[in-house]
């Protein structure tokens, strides 16, 4: 009966499309939506790299991090078994490795925990490899193994030592079943001394099925989503907690085993998920992001430290007169991006084997700094990259916060200096979003385009651990969308953030996509952002109740584009209401086909979320006819609706 009753008191509600042009017609740039990347919640190592290893290299601050001797004792000379120290050579990057001494090579082990365990799927095949150096005695082979919690054997493999001097040696796994929390256990066959370093265990079955590559169903839930960038590599790890720590593009660059580690700033960043074992091996460095945004037919957006560290933390700056290196590094980086082989970095790029640019056109300058000290340093920047790069398209940053003094500051220093692209954050509640749908529907439209690079509703509040990827965060951001396309010609750019997030290495929620060793499952936010850029079209359209935009008068909220491509109207409708509400859509002078395709992502509940074990909030596609050339359609509560009709 209640269903009954709804329906008949269901408000018929009538929308007018509008197909006149515009004085200018707004194009949607093809970068509307896309991917922010940073490396928190063991987003990089642990996540998107596919590295099984942790501390492979013994470079971590504490360099036992992640590895056990399970038989070895602190204070013994432990002739029953063995120990391992680290030695150093500071000429190096990569400047640490274990020196293992086998005294008892019946009781000696050496263990590494992976990251919260390694994870192996039964029948894939895991490529094992290290680099040894024999010292002496009479080693005669390194035997590994994969154990399950309990310490059960799963698969090993041996492999005999041969000669003096630094060798790499390589071995396969071949996992007979899955596992999440496994173990990789190094015993040796004969006693003595030896060196190792780079101990490296790495999935066969990556993404395009690259050695040392990324994780496959990670990247594929990437390419799902149709990115227009991919913006990397963060976030607050550009700035670093102090300048020191900041990131540089160029230790991230060259051979994998040369890069030098870094601890993550996230490591420390929250008293209530502090992770010290949070580092970045830089496996994957600015090569591989580039290298991944043209896989995902994404433009690839990097951003650079502009001599500020995060100003959350230590808030460090470069002088001005000492600001040069951090200039040249982003010159660099376009040179590295789009020079030719006979060019320096150019050069670099092709013998990583990359003979073709990346063809760069985006450059961010800082990441969400404020205030004069920012815009000082801007200017500077701007300046240098358009001299020598007039094309490159600059980003710039207004701050952290949506509004406020340091952001009306930003803005107008933008403005006066012509700023190009101005990126703007907002991690706010999902009624703030609802709310503020109509934000860019009076913006300046001759001023600075807009990047809306960060941004998720948060159940709780800001930077708490108890923030969910519930349908009412999603709905909200859905609604602020249609705001966001509406505004194509302001707006250029948007990313939600963060990206993803390990189930028991995260600091930071909400996220987009949440893994574990094995699986990744895809959140009701990642849903609402698929639908959107995977239908975002080509050119604006007028939507229009009783002569407005429709941005929430009686919970409501549409945008339409045309895809000249497809030859599609595209009609995107939320509904935040707790009734289900009637759109009748008037297509004016437009001669439409019959055929409706409407694509509904609601939920039972607001609350509802998805998880590892299921995915109640997925999309469901339906097709149906216009009537008497009209389109109407039921857009439940709480609701997304698409609707795709062919143009005649």
């Known amino acids: 009966m209640l269903l009954f009753f709804s329906a008949q008191n269901n408000t018929v509600h ?137 310490g059960k054997e799963i698969s090993s493999v041996s492999t005999l030592i041969k000669g003096k001097g630094w060798q790499r040696y390589t071995a396969v796994f071949k996992s007979p079943q899955t596992v999440e929390k496994a173990k990789l256990q190094i015993t040796f066959t004969g006693n003595g001394i030896v060196n190792m370093d780079m101990i490296s265990l790495f999935p066969q079955d990556t993404w395009k099925g690259r050695k040392g590559g990324l994780r496959k169903d990670l990247v594929q839930k990437l390419y799902d989503l149709q990115p227009g960038f991919l913006r990397f590599p963060g976030g607050c790890i550009v700035e670093g907690r102090t300048l020191a720590e900041r990131y540089q593009w160029k230790k991230t660059i060259g051979n994998i085993a040369d890069r030098e580690y870094l601890i993550n700033k996230w490591s420390t960043g929250f008293p209530h998920r502090l992770t010290p074992d949070y580092g970045q091996s830089f496996g994957l460095g600015f090569y591989e992001y580039f290298q991944l945004s043209e896989d995902l037919g994404a433009e690839p957006v990097p951003i650079l430290s502009c001599g500020m560290a995060c100003q959350f933390n230590t808030a460090e700056l470069v002088k001005m007169e000492d600001l040069d290196p951090y200039v040249q590094d982003a010159l660099d980086l376009i040179e590295f991006a789009n020079g030719d082989s006979g060019t320096k970095w150019g050069k670099i790029r092709t013998e990583m084997g990359h003979p073709k640019p990346f063809n760069l056109k985006f450059i961010g300058v800082g990441n969400e700094q404020w205030g004069a000290d920012y815009i000082e340093r801007y200017k500077v920047f701007e300046k240098a990259i358009h001299a020598k790069y007039p094309d490159i398209k600059i980003i710039s940053g207004s ?239 709480n609701s997304l609706v698409v609707l795709k009709i062919k143009i005649n």
């Open 14 to 150: 009538t929308f007018n499309l509008d197909l006149k042009e515009t004085p200018a017609p707004i194009k949607i740039q093809p970068t509307m939506y896309g991917i922010f990347f940073e490396d928190i919640n063991f987003a990089a190592d642990g996540g998107l790299y596919a590295e099984l290893i942790k501390n492979r290299s013994f470079e971590f601050d504490e360099p036992f991090t992640g590895w056990k001797q399970p038989n070895t004792k602190t204070l013994s000379p432990n002739l029953d078994s063995g120990f391992l120290t680290i030695y150093s050579d500071p000429a190096k990057t990569n400047k640490n490795y274990a020196r293992i001494t086998v005294l008892n090579d019946k009781n000696y082990i050496l263990e590494n925990e992976g990251f919260r365990g390694i994870g192996l799927h039964q029948g894939e095949n895991y490529d094992f490899s290290f680099d040894l150096e024999n010292v002496s005695g009479n080693i005669a082979a390194v035997n590994a193994s994969l154990v399950d919690e309990s």
């Open 399 to 637: 701050g952290p916060s949506p509004d406020g003094e340091f952001f009306e500051y930003g803005w107008k220093k933008l403005k006066q200096l012509n700023a190009q692209i101005v990126d703007e954050h907002y991690y706010n509640s999902p009624e703030w979003f609802m709310q503020n749908a109509g934000r860019y529907d009076k913006y300046d439209r001759s001023g600075p385009k807009v990047f809306a690079g960060e941004y998720a509703a948060q159940s709780v509040g800001v930077v708490k651990p108890d923030n969910k990827n519930n349908w009412l965060t999603a709905l909200s951001e859905a609604a602020f969308m249609t705001g966001l396309e509406r505004n194509a010609d302001v707006v250029y750019m948007t990313s939600y953030a963060p990206l993803f997030a390990h189930a028991d290495g995260w600091q930071w929620t909400p996220d987009l996509i949440w893994f574990n060793n094995l699986k990744s499952y895809a959140t009701p936010n990642y849903y609402v952002q698929k639908l959107f850029s995977n239908n975002k079209g080509t050119d604006v359209l007028k939507i229009e109740h009783n002569g407005k935009a429709i941005s929430g008068q009686e919970k409501l909220y549409a945008t339409a584009v045309k895809d000249t491509k497809t030859h599609e109207i595209i009609i995107k409708m939320v509904n935040t209401d707790t009734q289900a509400k009637t759109v009748n859509i008037k297509p004016g002078t437009l001669k439409t086909g019959k055929k409706i395709t409407k694509i509904l992502l609601s939920a039972p509940q607001l609350s509802t979320e998805n998880s590892f074990d299921a995915e109640p909030i997925k999309p469901k596609e339906e097709i149906s006819e216009a009537k008497n050339g009209e389109i109407s359609t039921e857009i439940p509560a």
